[in-house]
């Protein structure tokens, strides 16, 4: 066997490893990678915005409001407009949605960090230096992407562009 088709078999691996989990955290809690980080987001920081939540989760403010709108259709967060100055909504969970987040599980994201930082310094350099020359070899290198584990689309695609 090649090396480049070791490197693809890995690949895939991966690929499908971020697959199965992702399918398991939706079986288990209903939710997917991306709601369970902005439910994470939310139960951080009682009464944070949603635009913060798209700077801290490295997502477009409408696909987090476009989560955030499932999330709350499914009362698991409540959006609340300040008194004060009426532009500003703030975000909690529900006690629903408390109850969902403590019984899931952890993101894939964050068990691979925890393994990731175990790793020495020389160690995540070289795989980050790795992961980046692959991304430029498949010429993904330009591809906009948050730091999520998720396979496919994070949102449904519009069903219409109403002026967008």
Excluded: C
């Amino acid at each position: 066997m090649q090396k480049y088709d070791e490197l693809l078999i890995a690949l895939r691996k991966v690929i499908r490893a971020i697959d199965l989990h992702s399918k398991q955290l939706n079986k288990t809690s209903g939710l997917t990678g991306p709601q369970l980080l902005i439910m994470n987001e939310v139960a951080q920081t009682d009464g944070i915005t949603a635009s913060r939540i798209a700077q801290n989760v490295n997502l477009s403010p409408a696909t987090v409001t476009n989560i955030l709108d499932r999330l709350e259709s499914r009362n698991l967060v409540n959006r609340v407009r300040s008194q004060l100055d009426k532009r500003r909504v703030s975000l909690y969970l529900t006690e629903q949605g408390t109850a969902l987040l403590n019984k899931a599980p952890q993101p894939l994201q964050e068990h691979f960090i925890d393994k990731f930082t175990n790793l020495a310094e020389w160690e995540q350099t070289l795989l980050l230096s790795s992961m980046q020359r692959i991304a430029a070899m498949m010429d993904a290198d330009k591809i906009d992407a948050s730091p999520l584990l998720e396979v496919g689309a994070i949102t449904k695609p519009p069903e219409s562009n109403k002026g967008e």
